[in-house]
């Protein structure tokens, strides 16, 4: 499985980004996907997953109730929608997939390259 992210941008505390990632391979509906993010110094952390079927999701404490993760896939496609984000969510967000709905980066083989969600005060 290849994996595209995109959508990141810069964006005042408040405002709204959707992160989209695209997967190659006909088998992705068979995998979970997950979204990392990792800021400056710090390590790769969880922000949310979901499971193959897109009726199970787990999110970050840090994230409930202002991010929501969704997969159409038939369009082969994961999508983080980011609302009332924060400075503090500024980070390159990383889409992943694996066999399992996991938090644990090591849990997902294939990673895409990363994109930047820069959020201002």
């Known amino acids: 499985v290849q994996l595209q992210a995109s959508g990141g941008g810069l964006v005042q505390a408040g405002g709204f980004l959707r992160l989209s990632c695209a997967a190659s391979?006909?088998?992705?509906?068979?995998?979970?996907m997950g979204w990392f993010r990792q800021a400056p110094g710090k390590e790769r952390e969880f922000v949310a997953a979901?499971?193959?079927?897109?009726?199970?999701?787990y999110y970050a404490d840090s994230v409930k109730g202002r991010f929501t993760i969704s997969r159409d896939n038939a369009k082969n496609t994961v999508y983080l929608q980011m609302n009332s984000l924060k400075p503090e969510d500024t980070a390159v967000y990383y889409c992943?997939?694996?066999?399992?709905?996991?938090?644990?980066?090591?849990?997902?083989?294939?990673w895409g390259q990363g994109t930047q969600v820069t959020v201002s005060s």
């Open positions: 979901i499971r193959w079927s897109g009726g199970i999701t």
């Open positions: 391979g006909r088998t992705f509906s068979f995998y979970c």
């Open positions: 992943a997939a694996g066999r399992t709905a996991s938090t644990l980066p090591y849990d997902y083989p294939y």
